[in-house]
């Protein structure tokens, strides 16, 4: 418990040190490290792609190309954080990512509402949820 409260005081601190203002029900805070990008970020931490974007708008801009390291962002926010990603790979179509976790097609589309009817905007390395 300390250690989680050390961590958000840290984190805070950062943000306020930082002048970016992260939103205030964030459940969790990322640290840009050095060679992060949206995709590496999701995946080590088990966070959408989508999610990630959605969450720091006009912190992240819409390509990723402005991560600073030592940058705090959120993850996720309180009630609304999707612990449980998949990381496309190469020639996977969302069939394939919904029978392999044990889902419906139609619950990984409403779970990725990036993600267009016919699974034509997925691209490898991205993270999303199921």
């Known amino acids: 418990m300390f250690a989680r409260l050390a961590f958000v005081l840290s984190a805070l601190t950062a943000v306020a040190l930082a002048g970016v203002a992260a939103p205030p029900q964030c459940d969790r805070y990322y640290v840009v490290e050095a060679g992060d990008n949206c995709d590496i970020i999701s995946a080590k931490t088990s966070s959408s792609t989508y999610q990630l974007a959605r969450v720091n708008t006009g912190i992240i801009n819409s390509q990723c190309t402005n991560l600073t390291v030592g940058e705090l962002i959120c993850l996720g926010l309180e009630g609304q954080d999707c612990e449980v990603t998949h ?22 589309l409403a779970n990725n509402p ?17």
Do not use: H, K, M, R
Request: hydrophobic content about 40%; glycine content about 6%.
């Open 114 to 130: 990036n993600v267009d009817s016919q699974c034509s905007n997925i691209y490898p390395g991205e993270a999303s949820p199921v």
């Open 87 to 108: 990381v496309v790979q190469s020639d996977e179509v969302c069939v394939d990512i919904a029978n392999n976790a044990g889902i419906l097609l139609s619950t990984l």
